[in-house]
């Protein structure tokens, strides 16, 4: 059976600990744009090895939850917050973000950076996210657009899900929301975030020289390297979104 899609993230994400292009620097400014501080409630969907999370437990003293579908990525968060002393304020939840329930209302910022897939659309996301949130709370999503409408037409309807920014806040709009801030990815952070997958691809099979799904990761790897070169450096951007309650 060939190697699903969350098994070549967990080769290829083995040695990341923050699972989008992004930094620990920027998302600490997510925190702080969040209003995050002693005691607020977090939920974060799609939280991979929880490094959020992490990051804001420690820096602004927060509490929540996070919810990830891969056991891999569970069983690392889940070490990861005793490791840093955060197991009593932060649970880690292995389940489908969608089929998580939870009072609704009830907590006081919702992220889900670079999952918005959880719920099948970026609006949909955004909706869950609100349902999330109590009245007044902030939401950070993560998302991939288009830098430019001159994206070559066979790439553009490859990814149908893509969009301009403008009408990602046309979608922000109509859910409920202004946009108060973006934090941004860098040339640099797709850079090492990509970086990052292929390196962890080329040490498995370093280690694995007679794996019967070795072809199958040679053929993501170098697919993954001739997409991001030839299309991705070009035309996306990839950015953090903070969300405040719409303004009358």
Not at 42 to 48: A, E, L, P, S, Y
Not at 81 to 87: F, P, S, V
Not at 98 to 126: K, Q, R, T
Request: proline share 5%.
């Amino acid at each position: 059976m060939p190697l699903s899609f969350f098994d070549l993230k967990n080769i290829s994400e083995r040695d990341m600990e923050i699972l989008n292009p992004t930094s620990a620097e920027k998302m600490l400014a997510v925190g702080a744009s969040l209003r995050l501080a002693t005691g607020s409630r977090v939920i974060d969907f799609g939280c991979g090895y929880g490094e959020a999370l992490a990051l804001w437990g420690e820096h602004y003293g927060i509490g929540g939850v996070g919810i990830d579908i891969r056991p891999l990525a569970c069983e690392r968060a889940t070490r990861k917050m005793a490791e840093r002393g955060l197991a009593q304020r932060i649970q880690i939840v292995c389940s489908p973000g969608a089929d998580y329930a939870y009072p609704p209302h009830s907590f006081d910022a919702a992220a889900c950076i670079g999952a918005s897939f959880i719920w099948g659309s970026f609006l949909e996301a955004l909706a869950a996210l609100k349902n999330a949130v109590r009245p007044g709370g902030r939401v950070a999503i993560g998302e991939v657009y288009w830098l430019s409408a001159d994206v070559p037409q066979e790439y553009r309807q490859s990814q149908p899900e893509f969009f301009m920014e403008k009408e990602l806040l046309d979608m922000v709009r109509k859910a409920g929301y202004d946009l108060e801030n973006i934090v941004r990815s860098s040339y640099e952070d797709w850079d090492r975030y990509q970086s990052g997958n292929w390196a962890g691809f080329i040490r498995w099979l370093e280690e694995n020289p007679g794996h019967p799904d070795r072809r199958q990761v040679i053929e993501n790897l170098r697919s993954s390297q001739d997409e991001y070169l030839q299309y991705e450096h070009r035309y996306l951007g990839w950015g953090i979104f903070i969300l405040a309650p719409y303004q009358e």
